[in-house]
């Protein structure tokens, strides 16, 4: 249960974690800065991205909500732990992934614009990877991309305090994962001008909630991680209810919730899923997740790395 409990406050706290501010390759290391990435490491993982960049121009999409796998989650039955909008039309570079991460050195959340690579560089096991991008029907996509693309619109629903397992339903803090889901709120739900900060986050939380988003319920299973956010800064339980501590649970905005609920406002929305492992890659298109292990399927296409 100790292991447990110390993976899952891990597992947050890389999953959407604090990053260096600065650069493409800074913002990408945590904190604690973690392994550096050796140079066939780096080799595969740009690889990698360049597939899922060819993937994404090859769709006719102008965005795609995307996500990537971090720290080993299986234990818990997660595979995706932080997402982002993957913009064709990003003022960085094309597909630049907007999304907020924590500064470690201003000590506050921020929205970054990340090219793509540097996005999947930002994993925490360089030889087994995995990233998602749900492709969106034209009127949900184009709603999205006015919402995305708006600096004032961004940054009217950053929080000021970061929490890398916020409660999804409260304004407290706020984890990155979070800031996406309130941003499908702005963008698919009531206008929210003349709004900003904790206003305009009720605003954005009670339309996500009135519309059936739900968060994914992380269930803790001990104790000890109530206890972490006295050993762990960017890990906190005091927004979350006390029926939910009672029952050893987080219910946390995470990628897979946030697919789940654009699936059911978005009919017509369409998911490609990517893997390498350090042999191939695999590219599934629709279909159920790809196998544990980047094993191939009969419906994968499968570009050898080797």
């Known amino acids: 249960m100790i292991l447990r409990a110390a993976l899952l406050a891990a597992a947050l706290a890389l999953g959407g974690g604090p990053a260096q501010a600065g650069n493409a390759s800074g913002s990408t290391r945590y904190c604690d800065d973690g392994t550096p990435l050796t140079a066939e490491h780096k080799d595969r993982l740009l690889r990698f991205a360049g ?48 999304q907020l991460y924590f500064s470690c050195d201003e000590r506050r959340p921020l929205i ?5 690579s540097a996005f999947v560089l930002g994993t925490h096991q360089p030889d087994l990877g995995y990233v998602s991008a749900l492709l969106l029907p034209a009127e949900a996509e184009a709603a999205l991309e006015r919402t995305a693309l708006d600096n004032r619109r961004a940054l009217q629903l950053l929080g000021g305090t970061y929490s890398a397992n916020a409660h999804a339903f409260s304004t407290t ?6 800031w996406l889901a309130e941003l499908l709120a702005s963008a698919w739900g009531p206008v929210l001008d ?3 900060g904790p206003a305009a986050r009720v605003q954005a939380q009670a339309w996500l909630r009135d519309a059936g988003y739900q968060p994914m319920s992380m269930d803790v299973g001990w104790r ?29 905005s995470m990628p897979d919730a946030i697919d789940a609920f654009a699936l059911a406002r978005a009919p017509g929305a369409t998911r490609l899923e990517f ?4 042999r191939h890659v695999l590219i599934r298109r629709g279909g159920p997740p790809l196998a544990e292990g980047c094993a191939p399927g009969a419906q994968d296409e499968l570009i050898s790395l080797e």
Not at 59 to 83: E, I, K, M, N, Q
Not at 275 to 278: F, T
């Open 51 to 98: 597939i899922v960049k060819a993937e994404l121009d090859r769709s006719g999409a102008r965005l795609a909500l995307v996500a990537r796998s971090g720290l080993d989650l299986g234990f818990f039955g997660v595979r995706y732990s932080h997402g982002g909008i993957s913009l064709k039309g990003s003022a960085e570079t094309p597909w630049a992934v907007r």
């Open 112 to 116: 970054f614009d990340q090219g793509l």
């Open 194 to 196: 003349g709004l900003d």
């Open 224 to 252: 000890v991680l109530m206890w972490a956010s006295k050993l762990i800064p960017w890990v906190h339980s005091d927004d979350h209810p006390s029926e939910d501590l009672d029952a050893q649970r987080f219910r946390i």
């Open 275 to 278: 893997c390498h492992n350090e």
């Open 173 to 178: 803090y706020q984890n990155c994962n979070q």
